[in-house]
């Protein structure tokens, strides 16, 4: 299959691929290009944003190549060692902002990343981002995910114009980022198999090249995940690559089905939760590869269920929406409030939409155990994966409650009109039973 994508021509899924992402370097060294890239946006004073942690890897560096090159420059450092993504540190980097800059450039993985982004859309200044650690798969994403009134967000935002991934860099993050960053990655197992299991299911857009881009960049990360542990640079190219990969295929397919499906959303819950009501949480790569874990569980699940019309039929007539809004409420506190508005919009839980999916799932049942089976590793492949590059196989290992599992993976069907895991789960009248599982 050719997976060269041309902006100028239509592929045969009927869309133009193309992408934001058109400047990214990954090599040793590749910090040292920076100069090129801010005379090429004729920058007359660059502003820089780190935090504690990110200035020191280049900071300095970058101010000095600037100066040398005839480019000012100033900068805002974040002094929290944990930093959010919020509307506080927004305001802060607005009173900081030295409005004569002309150049964006940030220091940092996911946080600072996301800040930027945002606020480059918001000053309609060029950005680059020299990236901190192989951290996670959004340095090329449209979109910021930050918390608004402790609610997660998805945010407007512009990708970066350059990405410098330096392998120097890279490689000299604590190997947990690295493992973060893979299991990131792992989450696309579940996103290309939800895609296709929604495009046979409802119709959705699916474009089989992008699936195909998307599950070579996550292969070649797998393949090198002992040496990750082992930070090497050949390995954490082929890391980078593919977080900057999947970003690119969110771009080419004009939707978010190759970054993530329900694993993202197993993630955001405990994020929500953490908001909330400060239950632990963990970094976002290793949520969403438990995410992945616990979704492989279930789908594997579905190999020993027979579909059953009647007992389907049954269980969505007997959904009260009004007592699964109360434990929402219960689990999620007010963040639920969007998650149950978003019902009216959709109306997933109507019986006359479940009788026509469950009409196409019963037929097509053979088909979506082939699709899980082409797609998904088992769980022991799956988990052999995670004790390679040292990530937790329970979330009881993060510090989160296994009595919470079958709620956390429930909840996850309403965070946004997008068909995945649980939805499938609740078509078939098994959601109970197959949490229950776990």
Known sequence: MNLEFNPNEICACGKVHKTDVENCVIEEGAVNRIPEYAAKFNAKKAFIVADVNTFPLAGEKIENMLKENGIGSAHYIYQQKRLEPDEHAMGSLVMHFD????????????????????????????????????????YAARTSTMPVDRIKTTISAKSPDVIIGDLDILTGAPKHMAAAGLGDMLAKYISICEWRLSHLINGEYYCERVAEFTRQSRDACVQNAEGLMKQDKSSMKK??????????????????????GDEHYFCQMLDMRGLEFGTPTASHGVQCALGTLYAIKCYQALK??????????????????EDWSRQLREFLGKGAEPMIALEAKEQKYSAEKHKIRLNVILENWDTILKIIDEELPSVDEFESILKVIGLPTSIEEIGVEKELLPMIIKSTKDIRDKYVLPRLLWDLGVLEEVCSSL
């Open 99 to 138: 409005a004569a800059c002309d150049l964006i450039i940030g220091i940092g993985s996911g946080v600072i990343n996301d800040i930027c982004k945002v606020f480059a859309y918001q000053t309609k200044r060029p950005y680059i981002i020299v990236a901190s650690a192989a951290y996670m798969d959004g």
């Open 239 to 260: 890391l980078f690559e593919g977080l900057i990969n999947c970003g690119k295929a969110i771009d080419y397919s004009g939707v978010s089905r190759p970054g993530g």
């Open 304 to 321: 020993h269920i027979t579909p059953d019309r009647e007992k389907a039929i049954k269980y969505a007539e007997s959904f009260d929406f």
